[in-house]
């Protein structure tokens, strides 16, 4: 793995937290890295690597994304950057990197990006060149590698903080939904409770949800009425 580190930027990486949407929990797609001869115990670790010297960051981000979970063409936004000269010092850490760095211990600064996943367009449960992968909730989140769990929480709270304003979240639901899963969707992503009359009477009021001619199928007495995301021309 040494041999490959000619063609990547040593001291700078991508890693990406991945959210998705499925069972009224938002997810966060981790892998479970392989030991390496130097350190046997399996790690949870969010998807990244080292730059490519002949990629952007943007470039690499989708690169990375593709190469560790064949995902591609998803919501993908840089959000923060991490560069504490302690990011690498745990001692698990720089055993397990000592597989594919020269100096285990030298510091790597790294870009976050945040990607959004419609989890049913996707499937997560299959083994990467790193290792398994698979959804999480949120909330149960174990102890990962490096600082990634600092980075998942940093994108958990960018993501609250422009979900409405943004109107990112949508990447994260189905086409079709009734406004009562919208509604849940949105307390369990800014852990709010809404008075159900008054986040109807609020959300219909918005130019970007549209009402469809289509109720839900397969329910007996009267079927919810679907909606759909239509972003507001700029």
């Known amino acids: 793995m040494l041999n490959n580190l000619e063609n990547k930027y040593t001291n700078l990486s991508v890693d990406c937290v ?7 929990q938002l ?19 969010l ?4 730059l490519d010297k002949k990629d952007s960051l943007d470039e690499a ?26 990011r ?3 001692k698990a850490d720089r055993e397990w990197l000592k597989a594919s760095r020269k100096i285990p211990g030298e510091r790597v600064i790294t870009v976050a990006y945040f990607a959004l996943v ?12 790193d290792g398994e992968i698979s959804w999480t909730p949120i909330n149960e989140i174990p102890q990962l590698t490096f ?34 899963e919208l509604q849940s969707f949105y307390e369990t992503i800014l852990n709010v409770a809404y008075d159900k009359r008054n986040f109807r009477k609020n959300i219909k009021s918005q130019t970007f ?24 021309k700029q």
């Open 209 to 232: 949800i549209k009402k469809l001619d289509e109720k839900v199928e397969g329910q007996a007495h009267r079927p919810a009425r679907l909606y759909t995301y239509q972003p507001d």
């Open 88 to 90: 690498v010092s745990n």
């Open 27 to 45: 997810n966060v797609l981790l892998i479970k890295r392989k030991g390496s001869e130097n350190f046997s115990k399996e790690q949870y670790a």
């Open 118 to 129: 419609k989890v049913e367009d996707y499937s997560a449960d299959y083994r990467s060149n």
């Open 147 to 180: 600082d990634h769990n600092q980075i998942v929480e940093k994108a958990h709270a960018y993501l609250r903080a422009n979900l409405i304003d943004k109107q990112i979240g949508f990447e994260l639901l189905p086409e079709k939904f009734t406004l009562s």
């Open 61 to 86: 981000a989708e690169k990375i994304l593709f190469n560790l979970t064949h995902f591609k063409g998803i919501y993908l936004e840089q959000f923060y950057t991490f560069g504490s000269p302690r």
């Open 47 to 50: 998807p990244g690597d080292l």
């Open 18 to 24: 991945i959210f998705g949407y499925r069972n009224e």
